[in-house]
């Protein structure tokens, strides 16, 4: 089993900037990759970035050059800096872990645009 507890989520107004924290714990050996999704109010989930094994990076086309994933091996945590923050970033994100096939949630953080 993996667990994952994310953090940071909050209140943000325009352009504002957040860092969601994920910290992994338990069989984290060969995760082959960790990643951010997000769901609005009546929307499916969605990717919004991921990282890989290696340190390849994939992002929604809705996030590029705003959102950045990072991780940090040593912590066992992985990171999403948001930044130029949108109210169509509201949403829960999710932090995912993926080992060999097998997908691992956390319980969500919300993130939700002040005006």
């Known amino acids: 089993q993996v667990q994952l507890v994310e953090s940071g989520g909050g209140l943000v107004q325009a352009g504002g900037s957040l860092r969601l924290s994920c910290a992994a714990s338990g069989s984290i050996f060969s995760i082959n990759a960790m990643g951010w999704y997000r769901q609005a109010p009546g929307k499916q989930r969605e990717l919004v970035a991921i990282?890989?094994?290696?340190?390849?990076?994939n992002y929604a086309d809705s996030v590029k050059g705003r959102f950045t994933i990072s991780r940090d091996n040593i912590k066992n945590t992985v990171y999403l800096q948001m930044n130029s923050l949108r109210p169509e970033d509201t949403a829960v994100y999710y932090c995912?872990?993926?080992?060999?096939?097998?997908?691992?949630w956390g319980q969500g953080t919300q993130v939700t645009f002040s005006s």
């Open positions: 990282i890989i094994t290696g340190r390849s990076t």
């Open positions: 995912n872990a993926n080992r060999d096939g097998r997908n691992f």
